[in-house]
Nanobody, 123 residues
Framework: QVRLVESGGGLVQAGGSLRLSCAAS????????MAWFRQGPGLEREVVAV???????YYGNPVRGRCTISRDNAKNMVLLEMNNLKPEDTAVYYC?????????????????WGQGTQVTVSS
């Protein structure tokens, strides 16, 4: 059974940092595109960061310059380092995977999703 399991969310003060982890299981994701999305209260799900299997990287505008996505293919994991967090970063953060590096900002293109981890940033 293919699974993506996120961890590392929590409550942090504005200006703080968090590191989110996504552990994949069931098969190797070393050739997949891995991504982080988020969905804030009353908002649509939006892309945070994307990492292709061969290093291609994309960051969404709201987090660009404050986040770093990385992956450890040997461990079947993808990480998201977030710095200088703001209250507007409050959301459920989801890990996702897809097969190719096309239309990678669109949630509907992703085949696999985790359950999400809550990130709350207090002002």
């Amino acid at each position: 059974q293919v699974r993506l399991v996120e961890s590392g969310g929590g409550l942090v003060q504005a200006g703080g940092s968090l590191r989110l982890s996504c552990a994949a299981s069931g098969r190797s994701f070393s050739k997949d595109v891995m991504a982080w999305f988020r969905q804030g209260p009353g908002l649509e799900r939006e892309v945070v960061a994307v990492k292709s299997w061969n290093g291609g990287t994309y960051y969404g505008n709201p987090v660009r310059g404050r986040c770093t996505i990385s992956r450890d293919n040997a461990k079947n994991m993808v990480l998201l380092e977030m710095n200088n967090l703001k209250p507007e970063d409050t959301a459920v953060y989801y890990c996702a995977a897809k097969f190719d590096f096309q239309r990678y900002v669109e949630p509907k293109e992703y085949a696999y999703w985790g359950q999400g981890t809550q990130v709350t940033v207090s002002s």
